[in-house]
């Protein structure tokens, strides 16, 4: 893992993971749950832009981290290859071509079909062990799923009796669990528990692994805890949605972006800043030059409208953001010089700027903001509590 101090070199933009933060925002989730729940970190897109096997490799050491969540085979081999073994579900439909991989190391899938179901089989013949299986449930956010009636029960009854299979899990998500109106969620919640119920009545299938929360479920509906969770978003350290009340507040965001200044000039008035001159100067104005752009997937829609922190103040954008540059007003921070470092998501002093924030002044959703943060920009991870000295 690269340290802190290697920052010198990324001195152009980094991203800086504080991994004692995602612990403690774990932490912080484990007391929503009872003890007996285990936690699924969703590391998917590369956890959430921080990526996703030094996050993991964090957490795996943690006995309450009962595995790993990802969108796709391939996330879930990259964790493999980086050395994670606890047990990884693929959230999303895992095209057949995965299937036997997935048998062989382990991994997860998520079903709904019965034609997927005749593939696994096959794949588990082959890698010679059993594939497991989470079943998933559609409760009312018609993504995927199989439906909670006869049809879907006739689905659990056929896939387990298709040899190969091992049905380790059964789950279902919520649509709108992040709203203050918890109705809709609620709603979804029982539907699910019913048909729980209904399996075990009429199959006598009783299914290790039940979960249906994600984090905004673990934070604001105490009945969603059962025998696991999903904890994404909150665990980096930011909160699902504006809407949701008190219990966010103890999170601290884990990722930082930084830079450093690589220009400055005095400007006249009736100068104008970056691409198409949306920005016009009507007084003289110092004028600082920062390496990020949107090819660091820094939004363009902050031009003209974000700011970043330098030495604790507020430097507000000017024009518009380049693909790998753009500008802001330092007129106000007069010891401002070339190389100083620039916060652009994180805290400096009083100030700060999260990735809520962000989002809301480009007008991207914040997980998606995440996500989008560039390849460009390395990831330096920085830590001081273990496993170990946790105990
Ligand atoms: C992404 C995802 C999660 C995590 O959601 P957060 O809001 O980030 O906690 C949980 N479950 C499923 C099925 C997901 O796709």
Known sequence: M????????????????DLDAVVENVNYLRTFVGSGTGIFGVVKADAYGHGSVGVARKLEPFGFMYGFAVATPEEAFELREGGITKPILVLGFSFPYAYEI???QEIRSTVYSLDAAGALKEAACKAGRPLRVHIKVDTGMNRIGITPDEHGLSFVKALKEQEGILIEGIYTHFARADEMDKSNAEAQLV???NFIHMIKERLALEIPIIHCANSAGILEMPRAGMSAVRAGIAMYGITPSGEMGKAVLPLRPALSL????VRIKMIEPGQSVSYGGIFTAEKRTRVATIPVGYGDGYPRSLSGRGYVLIHGKKAPILGRICMDQFMVDVSSIPEVTVGD???LIGSDGRESIDAYRLGELSGRFHYELLCGLGLRLPRIYTQNVTAESMK
């Not at 690269?2 to 993971?17: H, L, P, Q, S, T």
């Not at 930084?258 to 200044?261: A, L, P, Q, W």
């Open 2 to 17: 690269k340290m802190a101090d290697e920052a010198d070199k990324y001195g152009r933009g980094y991203i800086k993971i």
């Open 102 to 104: 997935m048998a062989r």
């Open 191 to 193: 539907t699910f528990l």
């Open 258 to 261: 930084y830079s450093h200044i």
């Open 341 to 343: 470092r620039v916060v």
